[in-house]
């Protein structure tokens, strides 16, 4: 063999073993990333997850790996077995850890698939902020209160008025008048007084849909804090009611602001009055309403 061939085939075996460092160093660097840090193993989704998945069919679906404890998620899994029985709620997407929370029984998959509407009612369907809906905390089957609340509205009203106007008659000298009364049609403009009112019990909840969840980073400042988190964004909140009800949620919806109430049947028994500023501020005192600011 030439001194050609011995330098080629030197060449070849320095690249090779280049190569094969060089992978070693890449695949070594994520260790050395973590040493010194405190890591917990979980489960990461690696390709999409339908809701409703048996948590026995995401072998090969989810992968082990290594992340500081800083960095976990809340309420991860490290181990598919802790799962058994269960069913993802709402679908999975590649890179997020996987957690206990997005998982539940059959009985409640069902239900939140669909809860029946009872016969005679419509369904109709909120955008509502989490605040105005409990954070978030709503589920199908719930029973709610509808509160309607009303800023001023701007009011056009005509009237009709009585004028007494005096006339020329027909005098000599033209100077002598009669006082007559005439009729007239007025514009009178006005404004409502802000109000609220809970306007109908027992709504039934259907479904209730996320805009957005929070983000992990959001997790894990709320999970230091010990304070737990609300959505993000809208709540898609779907009710069934009577026709009538609809109406008068929808015309609220429409030009002032809905709230919604958990309720029971206890609840929904006790009566109450319109609220506006004076309200608000009266105080009953030997069971009369005192003065108030209007």
């Given at each position: 063999?030439?001194?050609?061939?011995?330098?080629?085939?030197?060449?070849?075996?320095?690249?090779v073993?280049?190569?094969?460092?060089?992978?070693?160093?890449?695949?070594?660097?994520?260790?050395?990333?973590?040493?010194?840090?405190?890591?917990?193993?979980?489960?990461?989704?690696?390709?999409?997850?339908?809701?409703?998945?048996?948590?026995?069919?995401?072998?090969?679906?989810?992968?082990?790996?290594?992340?500081?404890?800083?960095?976990?998620?809340?309420?991860?899994?490290?181990?598919?077995?802790?799962?058994?029985?269960?069913?993802?709620?709402?679908?999975?997407?590649?890179?997020?850890?996987?957690?206990?929370?997005?998982?539940?029984?059959?009985?409640?998959?069902?239900?939140?698939?669909?809860?029946?509407l009872?016969?005679?009612?419509?369904?109709?369907?909120?955008?509502?902020?989490?605040?105005?809906?409990?954070?978030?905390?709503?589920?199908?089957?719930?029973?709610?209160?509808?509160?309607?609340?009303?800023?001023?509205?701007?009011?056009?009203?005509?009237?009709?008025?009585?004028?007494?106007?005096?006339v020329p008659?027909?005098?000599?000298d033209?100077?002598e008048?009669?006082?007559?009364?005439?009729?007239?049609?007025?514009?009178?403009?006005?404004?409502?007084?802000?109000?609220?009112?809970?306007i109908?019990?027992?709504?039934?909840?259907?479904?209730?849909?996320?805009?957005?969840?929070?983000?992990?980073?959001?997790?894990e400042?709320?999970e230091?804090?010990?304070?737990?988190?609300?959505?993000?964004?809208?709540?898609?909140?779907?009710?069934?009611?009577?026709?009538?009800?609809?109406?008068?949620?929808?015309?609220?919806?429409?030009?002032?602001?809905?709230?919604?109430?958990?309720?029971?049947?206890?609840?929904?028994?006790?009566?109450?009055q319109?609220?506006?500023?004076?309200t608000?501020?009266?105080?009953?005192?030997?069971?009369?309403?005192?003065?108030?600011?209007?």
């Amino acid at each position: 063999m030439n001194k050609r061939w011995i330098g080629v085939i030197a060449s070849v075996a320095l690249a090779v073993a280049g190569a094969f460092l060089l992978v070693r160093y890449v695949q070594g660097a994520d260790e050395r990333a973590l040493e010194g840090e405190e890591t917990v193993e979980v489960l990461v989704v690696t390709d999409p997850v339908p809701r409703g998945t048996a948590a026995e069919d995401l072998e090969g679906h989810v992968e082990s790996t290594l992340v500081p404890a800083k960095l976990q998620t809340p309420g991860s899994v490290g181990d598919l077995a802790t799962l058994q029985g269960s069913y993802t709620a709402v679908d999975l997407v590649p890179g997020e850890q996987l957690l206990a929370s997005r998982f539940v029984t059959a009985d409640d998959l069902a239900a939140l698939d669909q809860y029946p509407l009872p016969d005679g009612l419509l369904e109709i369907t909120l955008s509502l902020s989490p605040e105005r809906a409990l954070g978030g905390a709503l589920r199908p089957g719930d029973e709610v209160a509808v509160i309607a609340s009303f800023a001023p509205f701007d009011l056009a009203a005509e009237e009709t008025v009585s004028v007494q106007t005096e006339v020329p008659t027909d005098g000599a000298d033209g100077t002598e008048t009669e006082t007559i009364s005439l009729t007239e049609t007025r514009t009178v403009d006005s404004r409502t007084v802000s109000s609220t009112h809970l306007i109908i019990h027992m709504a039934i909840v259907t479904n209730i849909q996320v805009e957005r969840l929070p983000t992990t980073t959001d997790a894990e400042t709320a999970e230091q804090s010990g304070v737990d988190l609300a959505p993000t964004g809208n709540l898609l909140v779907s009710l069934a009611m009577a026709p009538e009800d609809v109406e008068r949620t929808i015309f609220t919806a429409e030009f002032g602001t809905v709230w919604l109430a958990l309720e029971t049947e206890t609840a929904a028994g006790n009566p109450t009055q319109i609220q506006t500023r004076g309200t608000v501020y009266s105080t009953e005192t030997n069971g009369v309403n005192q003065a108030s600011v209007k």
